[in-house]
């Protein structure tokens, strides 16, 4: 099978950017053509934020682009993943109009919220589902902290509802999660484009047993919770050490909670061998999310080397992880909660043992790279048929 993928990097390196250069590898690794248009934040001049703000709903230069590759490569199929902001959704219309399927996957909320992510002043927020316009989202400046990056954002937004891009141009969406799939269908999208197909994990290793530390793994965000986890950290019995990898905004946070704190060890940021490693020798993998994460790779990862999961109740955590059989929940948000669940997990070993088995099993049954490219390749033959019985 032949493939064009299409994607725009992040300024900063994260899950969206692993799980498509992992799908590459596998579809290569599998004997397909893949040919891909990468773009890069980190290639935007702080000139050019102007043109990039204007050209993030519609950039002809990406229209030409997308256009001259499909004429050349004739793929098969279009796989869309990051478009925001250089590529823009004028790469769905190219495709569209030269008659090859689009698949889109929808790593977070971009088409209800200019932020992507739900959430603002540390609580979620849906402020801009119901609207036309999302203005609430650029008063409140969720993009960046900035009125007219968020601006751009909203204006793509409310432009391709207009459109009907998203019902026109995309042939089948890919949801990483249940929970974002329903939340895509709560506002508007039709149930029979979307279809879930989770992240995977791209050869771990076997499980490991496990040990006393807890840990934590992410980005150093307000969303991910580590301010509750750090405030937990205070109220837990004093056997308990956690160990935190990662890197972004909150790690002088994280950095001063270790100087009051001495069970707290900060590591930084760590190839992903190293993070793998930590997880398999990690008692529990500690996810306090406040957000509604799309999926949140980092479980899977846990459960891939025989690791439990402590999980907030919330987004798509709360379907991961089940509750007293590969992981707790907690409520997210409430260190005192989740202090009970990690002194609950530090005391009952025999059933952490038993959690263990069932979290590799997990991982096994919906999480490698085996089920991944069967469900992408049952994903690809349904567009490429749905595309063909549309145009007979």
């Given amino acids: 099978m032949r493939i064009l993928t299409i994607h725009n990097r992040y300024k900063f390196r994260g899950g969206e950017d692993e799980q498509r250069d992992s799908e590459e590898q596998l579809l290569a690794a599998n004997g397909h053509k893949i040919q891909p248009i990468v773009l890069d934040n980190n290639d935007i001049h702080k000139t050019e934020l102007l043109r990039i703000g204007l050209e993030a709903s519609w950039s002809h230069r990406s229209y030409v682009r997308v256009a001259k590759e499909i004429r050349e490569f004739a793929p098969d199929v279009v796989h869309i993943h990051n478009f925001f902001p250089v590529v823009s959704p004028s790469a769905h219309h190219a495709a569209f109009r030269l008659g090859v399927p689009v698949v889109q996957t929808l790593h977070n909320y971009r088409l209800l919220c200019p932020s992507g992510g739900f959430y603002r002043d540390r609580n979620v927020c849906e402020d801009c589902c119901s609207r036309l316009i999302p203005w609430p989202g650029v008063v409140h400046r969720c993009y960046r902290e900035s009125v007219f990056q968020t601006g751009a954002a909203a204006l793509m937004i409310s432009l391709h509802r207009l459109l009907k891009t998203w019902q026109r141009a995309v042939t089948l969406f890919i949801t990483v999660s249940e929970f974002q799939k329903r939340k895509f269908i ?207």
Avoid at 270 to 288: E, H, N, Q, T
Avoid at 304 to 322: H, L
Avoid at 366 to 389: C, F, H, Q, V, W
């Fill in 186 to 392: 709560e506002n508007g999208f039709s149930e029979s484009k979307m279809v879930v197909k989770p992240n995977f994990v791209h050869g771990p290793g076997g499980p490991s047993e496990g040990g006393d530390e807890f840990l934590f793994v992410g980005r150093l965000v307000a969303e991910k919770g580590i301010s509750t986890l750090l405030k937990a950290m205070c109220l837990v019995k004093p056997s308990v050490r956690l160990n935190v990898v990662g890197d972004g905004p909150m790690a002088a946070d994280v950095r001063a909670a270790t100087d009051r704190n001495p069970r707290i060890k900060y590591l930084g940021r760590l190839p992903k061998k190293d993070v793998l490693d930590w997880m398999g020798r990690s008692r529990c993998l500690i996810a306090p999310s406040e957000w509604y994460e799309p999926f949140g790779i980092v479980m899977a990862e846990a459960f891939a080397k025989g690791t439990p999961v402590i999980a907030s109740r919330i987004g798509a955590a709360a379907e991961i992880v089940d509750d007293l059989r590969t992981g707790f929940h907690f409520r997210p948000g409430d260190p005192g909660d989740l202090a009970r669940v990690i002194d609950h997990a530090s005391n009952h070993g025999d059933q952490l043992r038993k959690m263990r088995e069932e979290a590799r099993r997990e991982y096994e049954l919906k999480y490698t790279a085996e089920r991944n490219y069967g469900l992408m390749m049952d994903i690809y033959d349904r567009a490429i048929s749905r595309k063909s019985s549309q145009a007979s």
